[in-house]
């Protein structure tokens, strides 16, 4: 069992829709980051989160603490919102390493 | 651009051959960090640098490979006589002292035939 779960693995949506990707961990975290990469590699910082709610734009990020779930939401969905999401957990022992999910695959359809 | 740059993007190597790659961080993070991502996966932990001072790493990385922070700056990553599972995309991220948030360089894609 992976230390962080995502779901769903792949997602395909119409322009407009309201997406939800859920990411569970089961290690002990300082903070619960989302990534987002595009075809190419190059990944780019979206949130960094260690409690509540965080929205940028169109995004939105909750964590539960308790729970060790958190949620990345995208508001009305743009075919240039599709890559892949990853969640990723930060070590707590003082390295700050990222334990990462294995990502949802995002395909946004005009 | 400041961001952190990788060199090279692209490798295709011969079975058995070296490959070094490098990693230039944003100036002034302490921390650099290597991971690996193969194809349809999350990206795992290497290795852990805070300035020059090699601090963790991972069972992943054999004693084939290697890396250095010689002055607490840029980085490489060493993969002596490659094998072709060690094809996979070799990310660098950097971050200061102070944030818990990592900068993504564009990774090198290394191609091992």
């Known amino acids: 069992k992976n230390e962080v779960e995502q779901s769903p693995q792949n997602l395909t949506a119409q322009e407009g829709e309201f997406i939800t990707i859920n990411c569970s961990y089961s290690?002990?975290?300082?903070?619960l980051h989302w990534l987002q990469q595009h075809p190419g590699g190059g990944i780019v910082s979206l949130f960094m989160l260690s409690s509540g709610k965080k929205k940028h734009g169109r995004l939105i990020a909750t964590i539960n603490i308790q729970e060790k779930h958190s949620s990345l939401h995208i508001t009305a969905s743009h075919p240039r919102d599709s890559a892949v999401y990853i969640c990723?957990?930060?070590?707590?022992?003082?390295?700050?390493?990222?334990?990462f999910g294995t990502g949802t695959r995002l395909t946004i359809i005009p | 651009d400041t961001g952190v740059s990788q060199d090279p993007r692209h490798k295709i190597t011969k079975r058995g051959q070296n490959v070094t790659f490098r990693c230039d961080p944003i100036s002034e993070h302490n921390r650099l960090y290597w991971y690996r991502q193969t194809l349809g996966q999350g990206p795992e932990f290497l290795t852990y640098f805070q300035n020059e001072a090699q601090l963790e790493k991972s069972r992943l990385l054999s004693d084939r490979f290697s890396a250095e922070r010689p002055k607490g700056s840029f980085s490489t990553l060493e993969i002596q006589r490659t094998e072709q599972g060690d094809s996979a995309m070799y990310l660098c991220a950097s971050s200061p002292l102070d944030s818990y948030e990592q900068y993504f360089g564009p990774g090198t894609r290394l191609t091992v035939t």
């Open positions: 990723a957990g930060d070590s707590n022992f003082g390295n700050e390493k990222l334990t």
């Open positions: 290690v002990g975290i300082s903070a």
